[in-house]
Nanobody
Framework: QVQLVESGGGLVQAGGSLRLSCAAS???????IGWFRQAPVTEREFAAA????????YYADSVKGRFAISRDNAKNTVNLQMNSLKPEDTAVYYC?????????????????WGQGTQVTVSS
């Protein structure tokens, strides 16, 4: 049984930083943990992913150079450090788990989802 719980969202001014955490339990050792975001009346979009097997990281162009995804082995979490935040980063952020071999940016490839955490960036 896989459970994902996000934390760390909040309100921040443009240019600020936030750190999101995804606490994972269950089958994580051969999977990908992805972070997605969804703003009102938009589709859910890929932000970043961590492949647990290879240690490789992946980023959407819109966040590359500003966001960093990492794993904390001791806490069994995957964290998303978000720097230089912009108002357009405002969204509900979800972590998700894909048990497949290949890391994908497509949300439909991910079988398990957390409940989401709100990130609001004010201008």
């Amino acid at each position: 049984q896989v459970q994902l719980v996000e934390s760390g969202g909040g309100l921040v001014q443009a240019g600020g930083s936030l750190r999101l955490s995804c606490a994972a339990s269950g089958r994580t050792f051969s999977s990908t943990i992805g972070w997605f975001r969804q703003a009102p009346v938009t589709e859910r979009e890929f932000a970043a992913a961590y492949n647990w097997r290879s240690g490789n990281t992946y980023y959407a162009d819109s966040v590359k150079g500003r966001f960093a995804i990492s794993r904390d082995n001791a806490k069994n979490t995957v964290n998303l450090q978000m720097n230089s935040l912009k108002p357009e980063d405002t969204a509900v952020y979800y972590c998700a788990l894909d048990t497949g071999w290949i890391t994908s940016p497509r949300p439909e490839e991910y079988e398990y989802w957390g409940q989401g955490t709100q990130v609001t960036v004010s201008s």
